[in-house]
């Protein structure tokens, strides 16, 4: 069985599927739009960062957790 590592929102504990793999850089836009539609309270803190002048991808991927399953099992 093949083990295949995700994210996981850390606000809500959804798990992304398997069109969403963790790679050696994540796309921060695609988890942005997550957050930006379920979560906009904890986004705020998230975007001030960005603006101070994070890179996007540093900065969203924190609100992620990278999970580790088996088979794309969630």
Do not use: T
């Not at 083990?3 to 809500?12: D, H, M, T, V």
């Not at 975007?47 to 088979?71: N, P, S």
């Amino acid at each position: 069985m093949a083990i295949k590592r995700r994210y996981r929102c850390r606000f809500c504990g959804y798990n992304f599927p398997a069109w969403l793999p963790v790679a050696k850089r994540p796309n921060g836009a695609m988890l942005l739009n997550h957050l930006s539609a379920m979560h906009r309270e904890e986004l705020r803190p998230l975007l001030a960062r960005m603006a101070a002048g994070g890179d996007i991808d540093a900065v969203v991927v924190k609100a992620y957790k990278v999970v580790e399953d088996q088979d794309g099992a969630a």
